[in-house]
T-cell receptor
């Protein structure tokens, strides 16, 4: 069975600073995608960034980047220049076999 | 593009009644849709995978007779909670997969808050 672990239930960051959210997973698939989703108080799931497992290069989307370590099955999210609007619940979700398996989530608060 | 809608956004019903939730992909065709359940402060739990024109595949522990799923067209899937009870109160989220977009990405609806009295 696939498992996903987000070991940080809550994180806090000062506005304009950088924060890293951790995620480890376990899968038997060799080819898969990994996603980070953001869920603000509205509860709408928003895609933050995606990574293809066969690509060694870490994905980057503006202020968001990942550190993907395939052998270690680690997929952390770095948010640079944090903004108040980044405050939300963040979920790590590998997609293997066509299904998303969500981690427990990390609630990120941003202090002005 | 890639917009998914859900209706209703919020519903309150009496115990023992049935409630239907609709999930629509507005600007793409979705051969596969997914239904999730989320309790407060918790993660999303996959309930079932819905494929157009065929029976849904339910995750272990999800009662298929309790949660009826129909995916009759490429843009619409429905979840019916039958004989609802207070413990069925939760936030239900659907998503749709656009194969044309690649990456197996799922696009999420805004969710439906169900309260059973």
């Amino acid at each position: 069975a696939q498992t996903v672990t987000q070991s940080q239930p809550e994180m806090s960051v000062q506005e304009a600073e950088t924060v890293t959210l951790s995620c480890t997973y376990d899968t038997s698939e060799s080819d898969y995608y990994l996603f980070w989703y953001k869920q603000p108080p509205s509860r709408q799931m928003i895609l933050v960034i995606r990574q293809e497992a066969y690509k060694q290069q870490n994905a980057t989307e503006n202020r968001f980047s990942v550190n993907f370590q395939k052998a270690a099955k680690s997929f952390s999210l770095k948010i640079s220049d944090s903004q108040l609007g980044d405050a939300a619940m963040y979920f790590c979700a590998p997609n293997a076999g066509g299904k998303l398996i969500f981690g427990q989530g990390t609630e990120l608060s941003v202090k002005p | 593009g890639a917009v998914v809608s859900q209706h209703p956004s919020r519903v309150i019903c009496k115990s023992g009644t049935s409630v239907k939730i609709e999930c629509r992909s507005l600007d793409f065709q979705a051969t596969t849709m997914f239904w999730y359940r989320q309790f407060p402060k918790q993660s999303l739990m996959l309930m079932a995978t819905s494929n157009e024109g065929s029976k849904a595949t339910y995750e272990q522990g999800v009662e298929k007779d309790k949660f009826l799923i129909n995916h009759a067209s490429l843009t619409l899937s429905t979840l019916t909670v039958t004989s609802a009870h207070p413990e069925d109160s939760s936030f239900y989220i659907c998503s749709a997969r656009d194969f044309g977009g690649g990456a197996n990405e799922q696009f999420f609806g805004p969710g439906t808050r169900l309260t059973v009295l």
